[in-house]
């Protein structure tokens, strides 16, 4: 009887290191294993993180199942090291990955030495011309294959393992074509070496390859260390976010401060912070000022100053003052941890294009064997003398030539490393598929406050009308505004403090979206808000309608004060444009971006904000639930849309945009609600993850046209094509080389875009 599920229980995401990847056909074999995993959702395993990322239900699915579903297939999940790699402080643990990774990169290279040394002492003593230089025991048969035991069977030990269990479930891999081949050779050679005479029968003098087989098998554990160096170099943006986390905080505890490692921080300690330290954790000031270097959070490079009340980040640098701080976020929960988290499984997860890797890689291997099979009967059957030695030779060749590693590295290399450099310049990029989208972009919507303007109004003006003061009006707007949570009201109630006015008490405080506030001051019935508002209420404001144009056209908004049905006066609220503003949006239409500002102001104050920052299409007047409309109406011209928004209440928009980007400190909503968050609040970003898109695109773009261009031409020169017309084979040890050189070339491209310029 199958257990009843809790329907609420959320699916469990996992990622987990898997130990014996070596192409894209792996990739395909462990997915396909983890999928059918009873209770598993999704299953995505990257080739250039050697991860898997699994999401599933938690009754159903355990570790132990996911373990024994990669091992079937023949290879390792390491399950425990997933748990292990996240420290106390809720950050990640460099040392666990790092002390397995050196120490395969150490046994590799043991391999390497072994097997080139020892392949060099048989090609020596058996390479026609060098052979005359070896020395006669080299020359020796016997001596040839004890030399070439150790490679064939210690250094290639784990191609054989990871063929074995591949054949008995009936997949294949590159393993499997390397085993097949260098085996082939050897195999061939022992026969040589046991049964000259035989081969001598056959018409073939009887010339072993031993060094075909131990070169081959040298090289491409050459090819695979230099390739898992180069991978190393791909991650080194998270590196780099693991090494800001201090180790210790300066906690005030009964009176005294005292050193404490930052994983025995609770939310609440209070954390004294000197000039030149790193700030341990998130938090609010809450005593002292200073300014502080945010830029390996934000990648914004001018220090920010900070007083009593503003939120500082952990892992931030103070550069100042002294000042005291309450703790409000601690190990997962910090900024740098979640920036971690969300760089991680966006350089684990899966870009659209890979897809056409992916099934490629499906079919290549069964199609490579075949082709290596036609290679032997067409040669062995048409061939020119020694027809057997020429099947081999060139059979060999193919099997070599044909890896599928570079496709395999193609795609996820360069999502790495595309991800990882928008993470130093402030851009969290949620997944690869975002990253993709991002290059088609042609339209980006912009809310207005708090994306281009800095979300923070102040009060100009206030037009008393019949017997009302100006102090009147502002007191009681302010006394019905204290219990709305609208940028626009508190900037009244500020202006109202600043003035020292006392405020009244409201009742039946009501808010009404897209048209304002209304409630009881002092026994009055009061409303505040836009024409609409005054239209519903039936109040009176056309008279004043030139006051309020006037305020408008200098793009301020304008909010109408009703008391008792009557009307009372006006108060004008201006927001700043953001420093950024004209030069984020400038940025965009030389990439041949069209920008586009939605806002609930109305029309005349909406298009004097933008023309203020060179925006020509501008949606006014817009409700907060009819942004996503507006967004939905923009897609279906054809249009590809970003929407950039707070992340908050703009959640619907960027959700239905083709790409969702919120601007912000990278709060949980944030991140949630938009594909990509950036982090240093700067316009300029926005314009910056475009190009980031292009140049990762074109990255992938040139990847796969090399991986698969190498395949289209080296396959049929290895089957021996150009031979009836130039007399030109394809050396298996020749065709060794270039496939480690197609692997280390892919990866070497994509760390080119490190050095590419987004800003």
């Excluded at 050459?222 to 180069?230: I, M, N, Q, T, V």
């Excluded at 910056?688 to 049929?716: C, D, E, H, Q």
Aim: charged residues 20%; proline residues 4%; aromatic residues 6%.
């Amino acid at each position: 009887m199958e257990q009843l599920r809790d329907p609420k229980i959320s699916p469990t995401k996992k990622t987990f290191p898997v130990k014996g990847m070596h192409c894209a056909s792996c990739v395909i074999v462990i997915e396909r294993a983890l999928q059918k995993v009873e209770g598993v959702q999704s299953a995505t395993v990257n080739l250039a993180t050697e991860k898997a990322t699994v999401a599933y239900d938690p009754q159903v699915v355990t570790d132990l199942k996911l373990a024994a579903a990669v091992s079937q297939v023949g290879y390792q999940a390491l399950l425990d090291e997933g748990i292990k790699s996240v420290d106390s402080a809720g950050l990640p643990q460099v040392d666990v990955e790092k002390k397995r990774k050196l120490a395969e990169l150490g046994s590799l290279k043991k391999k390497v030495v072994v097997s080139l040394f020892l392949g060099g002492l048989v090609a020596w003593g058996s390479f026609p011309g060098l052979m005359d230089t070896a020395p006669m025991a080299l020359q020796i048969f016997w001596v040839q294959f004890l030399l070439t035991l150790p490679v064939q069977f210690w250094a290639a030990f784990d191609f054989y393992r990871a063929t074995i269990s591949s054949l008995r479930h009936r997949t294949a891999n590159m393993d499997t074509l390397v085993t097949i081949g260098t085996s082939v050779a050897f195999l061939y050679s022992t026969l040589v070496t046991f049964f000259p005479e035989s081969v001598k029968s056959i018409g073939i003098e009887p010339m072993p390859y031993f060094d075909t087989a131990a070169i081959i098998i040298g090289l491409i554990l050459l090819g695979r260390y230099f390739e898992a160096k180069a991978k190393a170099g791909t991650s080194e943006a998270i590196q780099k976010l693991m090494g800001l986390a201090p180790k210790t905080a300066r906690v005030i505890r009964g009176g005294k401060e005292i050193d404490i490692p930052i994983e025995q921080v609770v939310i609440g300690d209070l954390i004294r912070v000197r000039p030149g330290e790193k700030i341990p954790v998130d938090g609010v000031i809450t005593e002292g000022e200073s300014s502080l270097d945010e830029s390996m959070v934000t990648g914004e490079s001018i220090p920010v100053e900070k007083t009593k009340g503003d939120a500082v980040v952990g892992a931030t640098i103070n550069k100042t003052g002294t000042f005291t701080f309450q703790a409000t976020k601690v190990g997962e929960g910090t900024l740098l941890a979640q920036i971690i988290k969300l760089v991680q499984e966006a350089q684990g997860s899966k870009a659209p294009i890979q897809r056409i890797a992916d099934l490629i890689s499906s079919y290549f291997v069964p199609i490579v064997l075949m082709l290596a099979i036609a290679t032997f009967v067409v040669w062995y059957d048409f061939g020119t003398q020694p027809v057997l030695l020429f099947a081999l030779l060139n059979t060999v060749a193919v099997l070599i030539i044909a890896c599928p590693c570079a496709m395999g590295l193609a795609t996820p290399t360069a999502i790495m490393v595309g991800t990882g450099k928008g993470a130093e310049h402030g851009i969290l990029i949620k997944d690869a598929e975002s990253l993709e989208t991002a290059h088609k972009i042609n339209t980006i919507i912009f809310d207005k406050t708090g994306t281009l303007t800095k979300g923070q109004p102040e009060v100009t003006d206030v037009i008393p009308f019949q017997n009302w003061k100006a102090e009147e009006i502002l007191q009681i707007a302010a006394s019905l505004e204290k219990g709305s949570e609208h940028s626009l009201g508190a900037a009244v109630v500020q202006e109202a403090e600043e003035e020292k006015l006392i405020l009244g008490r409201a009742e039946k405080f009501r808010a009404i979206p897209g048209h304002g506030v209304e409630g009881l001051v002092d026994g009055q019935k009061v409303s505040f808000g836009n024409r609409k508002l005054m239209d519903q209420l039936q109040v009176n404001w056309q008279p004043h309608n030139g006051d309020m144009e006037r305020l408008e056209t200098d793009g301020k908004t304008v909010m109408m004060l009703s008391i008792d049905g009557g009307f009372a006066g006006l108060i004008a609220v201006a927001d700043v444009l953001k420093d950024s503003a004209r030069e984020g949006v400038a940025a965009l239409k030389k990439l041949q971006i069209e920008p586009v500002m939605i806002t609930g102001d109305n029309e005349r104050t909406a298009r004097a904000i933008a023309a203020k920052v060179g925006i020509a299409r501008v949606l006014a007047e817009v409700l907060p639930d009819q942004k996503e409309l507006e967004v939905r109406k923009i897609q279906a011209e054809g249009k590809v849309v970003a929407m950039v928004g707070d992340g908050i209440n703009d959640a619907p928009a960027l959700a239905a945009a083709d790409v969702g980007i919120a601007m912000g400190s990278g709060t949980d909503v944030a991140m949630e609600a938009a594909d990509i968050t950036l982090i240093n609040k700067d316009l300029k970003s926005v314009a910056a993850t475009v190009i980031l898109s292009r140049k990762t695109m074109w990255t992938i773009k040139t990847n796969l046209f090399w991986a698969f261009g190498y395949n289209i031409i080296l396959i049929p020169v290895a089957m021996g094509i150009l031979y009836p017309f130039f007399h030109i084979l394809l050396n298996p040890i020749f065709a060794s080389v270039a496939m480690a050189g197609s692997s280390i070339s892919v990866v070497s491209n994509s760390l080119f875009l490190k050095r590419q310029k987004i800003w």
